[in-house]
């Protein structure tokens, strides 16, 4: 079983003209059940929602959700560990903006969802997985923690 730990924040930027303020929901956790290290394992829950709301932004501007691995690896119990890159995601539905499909990884953020100029609230649902860790990946309980970077943008 792999781990993928995600926590609820809530964001805010300062400008150097006006604060901007909102607030974010992402899911606790994302695990992955896998039975057969030949093939991929989708993640649970599925869908996992980000959503945002009271979003209090500079007129014209977008808020940008971005992933990134803390680290090039899973934490595994013993042995070799499974790369970050092996997670992945599918955007399976967004409102109030777009979302993207990406894949994990520890040198740089991946974008996830974008809201349009001036919204207020949004979300996006993804479907996570877990592409087949291969032989010598022990059993056991293999942790990977993630970080959010929250931005307003100008599109």
């Known amino acids: 079983m792999a781990l993928l730990g995600i926590a609820s924040v809530i964001a805010s930027a300062v400008s150097a003209a006006a604060?901007?303020?909102?607030?974010?929901?992402?899911?606790?956790?994302?695990?992955?059940?896998?039975?057969?290290?030949?093939?991929s394992t989708g993640g649970a829950p599925n869908?996992?929602?980000i959503s945002f709301s009271n979003a209090n932004l500079i007129a014209g501007r977008a808020?940008?959700?971005?992933?990134?691995s803390a680290n090039a690896g899973f934490t595994p119990p013993s042995g070799p560990s499974m790369s970050a890159s092996n997670v992945s995601w599918t955007n399976l539905g967004a409102g109030g903006?777009?979302?993207w499909n990406g894949t994990l990884g520890s040198?740089?953020?991946?974008?996830?969802?974008?809201?349009?100029?001036g919204t207020v609230?949004?979300?996006?649902?993804?479907?996570?997985?877990?592409?087949?860790?291969?032989?010598?990946i022990r059993a056991g309980n293999h942790q990977l923690t993630i970080r959010w970077k929250v931005e307003s943008i100008t599109p």
């Open 19 to 39: 604060q901007e303020t909102v607030s974010i929901t992402v899911p606790f956790g994302v695990s992955f059940q896998v039975t057969d290290v030949s093939t």
């Open 47 to 49: 869908p996992t929602t």
């Open 63 to 68: 808020l940008r959700i971005s992933v990134q």
């Open 97 to 99: 903006g777009t979302g």
């Open 107 to 117: 040198s740089s953020y991946a974008l996830v969802f974008q809201s349009n100029p």
């Open 121 to 136: 609230s949004g979300h996006v649902d993804l479907g996570w997985t877990l592409a087949a860790p291969g032989s010598g």
